[in-house]
């Protein structure tokens, strides 16, 4: 009588200790691929800093010189649009992009005040602190020629609380921002 109930202990525990490894190798395999799409991430983080920097130091530059600012006459992109490309017969918005030289891209666009500012600036004038979404439909009331997504905006709003230069404030589930203190005027 022994014999048999240790016999079944024993099977309980092996097939318990089979059921363990069975659980611990799928929990791995799941780690496993958390790792893999975690450094993914992190690359493409990484590549987003990078092109933050050199955008940064694209601002930075001096201004271009008056002749430059005098430059040729470009023809608009809705004159591109209507006349089709001549390799494919489509359409030539794509096409367009690409005959700009990049350079020429990056100084117009450098031309243009940075979101972030555009952000500061519509924050110094608020008394209190405000939602991404205001800010970004106030940023599209006065400057239409900006069409920033609402992830764009919230992206360079994070940008600006990792500088030092505004505050997040959490109130539940909204979160709202405001000019650092030292970027204000102190009234005292």
């Known amino acids: 009588m022994?014999?048999?109930p240790a016999a079944t202990l024993r099977t309980r525990l092996v097939d318990q200790a089979a059921s363990d490894l069975k659980e611990n190798r799928r929990r791995q395999?799941?780690?496993?691929?958390?790792?893999?799409?975690?450094?993914?991430?992190e690359a493409l983080l990484v590549d987003i800093l990078e092109l933050a920097?050199?955008?940064?130091?694209?601002?930075?530059?001096?201004?271009?010189?008056?002749?430059?600012?005098?430059?040729?006459?470009?023809t608009g992109p809705t004159s591109?649009?209507?006349?089709?490309?001549?390799?494919?017969?489509?359409?030539?918005?794509?096409?367009?992009?690409?005959?700009?030289?990049?350079?020429?891209?990056a100084k117009e666009r450098a031309r243009q005040p940075?979101?972030?500012d555009?952000?500061?600036?519509?924050?110094?004038?608020?008394?209190?602190?405000?939602?991404?979404?205001?800010?970004?439909d106030e940023l599209l009331e006065k400057h239409p020629d900006r069409d920033p997504t609402p992830q764009v905006v919230r992206n360079a709003?994070?940008?600006?609380?990792a500088r030092g230069h505004i505050r997040r404030h959490k109130q539940q589930r909204s979160v709202r921002y405001a000019l650092e203190e030292s970027g204000r005027r102190r009234t005292a």
């Open 2 to 4: 022994t014999s048999q």
């Open 157 to 161: 709003l994070e940008s600006l609380v």
């Open 118 to 136: 555009l952000l500061l600036s519509l924050l110094a004038g608020a008394d209190e602190p405000r939602l991404a979404k205001e800010l970004r």
């Open 114 to 116: 940075l979101l972030g």
């Open 80 to 105: 591109r649009r209507a006349s089709p490309s001549p390799s494919t017969g489509a359409p030539a918005g794509r096409a367009g992009r690409t005959e700009k030289p990049a350079r020429t891209a």
């Open 29 to 41: 395999q799941e780690l496993a691929e958390k790792i893999r799409m975690l450094k993914q991430e």
């Open 53 to 74: 920097e050199r955008y940064e130091s694209l601002a930075e530059s001096p201004p271009p010189s008056e002749e430059a600012r005098k430059g040729p006459v470009t």
